[in-house]
C-alpha cells in the first residue's frame, strides 16, 4: 500500500494558498525564515512544510514580532530545542487579560447614549482611542472591546461631564495605567521569569513552564490595583467630601508632591533611557536643570541690560 503522496506547490501556488506575495516569499527565502524549494527538473517546488512556516510568520508578525526576533525563534526550532512551547508562550502573554466579551453598538445606540445628535468628531476620537473600532463594510456598525468602559463613558456623560473632558481624562488615565503596567512586568520579570529567559529564545520546557506561570499571574496586576484604587479611594474620597462639607482645610498633598500627566510616549523614551525605576526622578532633575537654567538666563539678562524693567514686579 503506497502512502499518501506529498502535496507539491508552484511559487504562485503557494503565495495564494498562504495569502502572501510571491516577492515576499522571495524575501523571507534570502533572509533564511523559509526553506530553499527543491527542484523538479527547472521548475521549484514547494511542500506543506513551506505552507506551514508561512502561517507561522504571519502569526508572529501579527502578534507584533519582529523578522528578526522570528528568525531565531525559527532556528531554534529548526536545531531541535521545539517551538512548540514557545508559540505556547507567546499565545498566553497575547490572549485577553479580561474576562469581559467584546461587543458591538449602532451608530443610533450611540447617539441615543450621548445626547442623541450625531457627533462624527467624538466618533472619530473614540477610534482613535481605541474605545471604538470601524467595521469594514458596515458604517453604522462599531466594535467595542469593553462595553463596560463605553458604559462608564455613557454614565458620566448623562452626569453632565463633557464628552472632551471625559476622553481627556481616559488619555490621562491610560498613560498612569500603562506605568503601572509597565512596574508590574519589570517586577515581575525581574522576581520571576528571568529564569526562564536564560536562553533566547527559551528551551521548549522552559517556555511550556513560563506560560503556566504566566496564566497563574494573570489575574495579579488588576487584583492587586483594584485592592489599592479602592483603598484609595475611600481615603480620598472621604477627604474631600469633609472639605467640601466645610469640615476640614483643603486635602494637603502628600510629600509636597502634585501629579502631572505627561505624553505616554513621552515616559516611554525615558524609561527605555534610564529604565521605570529611575524615570520619575530623571524627569524631575530634567524639569529642576532645565528651571535653574532658565533662571540664570534670566539673572544674565538683567546682569547685562541694567535697564531693563520686570514687567512683573
Do not use: C
Amino acid at each position: 500500500m503506497s502512502g499518501t503522496p506529498s502535496v507539491e506547490y508552484r511559487i504562485e501556488d503557494l503565495a495564494h494558498r498562504s495569502g502572501a506575495t510571491v516577492r515576499t516569499i522571495r524575501a523571507y527565502q534570502d533572509r533564511g525564515l523559509l526553506p530553499r524549494p527543491a527542484r523538479r527538473g527547472r521548475s521549484n517546488v514547494y511542500g506543506e512544510s513551506h505552507l506551514a512556516r508561512l502561517r507561522q510568520i504571519a502569526d508572529l508578525l501579527d502578534r507584533g514580532y519582529t523578522l528578526a526576533s522570528i528568525r531565531e525563534l525559527l532556528d531554534a526550532w529548526d536545531a531541535g530545542r521545539g517551538l512548540g512551547g514557545v508559540l505556547g508562550l507567546v499565545a498566553e502573554v497575547h490572549g485577553p487579560w479580561t474576562d469581559e466579551k467584546a461587543d458591538r453598538v449602532s451608530r443610533a445606540e450611540l447617539e441615543a447614549a450621548f445626547g442623541g445628535e450625531p457627533d462624527e468628531g467624538a466618533i472619530t476620537e473614540a477610534v482613535e482611542l481605541g474605545v471604538l473600532e470601524r467595521v469594514p463594510g458596515r458604517d453604522d456598525e462599531f466594535l467595542v472591546r469593553s462595553p463596560q468602559e463605553l458604559a462608564v463613558a455613557a454614565e458620566l456623560y448623562t452626569a453632565g461631564v463633557p464628552l472632551g473632558a471625559i476622553t481627556g481624562q481616559l488619555r490621562e488615565l491610560r498613560g498612569q495605567v500603562e506605568h503601572i503596567a509597565s512596574s508590574f512586568l519589570e517586577f515581575t520579570t525581574r522576581h520571576v521569569f528571568a529564569r526562564y529567559l536564560g536562553h533566547r529564545p527559551p528551551t521548549d520546557a522552559e517556555a511550556v513552564e513560563a506560560a503556566s506561570m504566566v496564566r497563574r499571574l494573570r489575574p495579579l496586576a488588576r487584583q492587586t490595583v483594584d485592592a489599592e484604587l479602592a483603598r484609595a479611594m475611600s481615603l480620598l474620597a472621604t477627604r474631600h467630601l469633609r472639605y467640601h462639607l466645610g469640615a476640614e482645610s483643603p486635602p494637603a498633598v502628600e510629600g509636597g508632591r502634585r501629579r502631572i500627566a505627561l505624553p505616554g510616549e513621552t515616559v516611554a523614551a525615558v524609561e527605555s533611557l534610564v529604565g521605570p525605576e529611575h524615570t520619575a526622578p530623571f524627569i524631575a532633575a530634567a524639569a529642576e536643570r532645565e528651571l535653574r537654567k532658565r533662571t540664570l538666563d534670566v539673572m544674565v539678562t538683567k546682569m547685562s541690560n541694567p535697564g531693563i524693567v520686570d514687567q512683573n514686579s
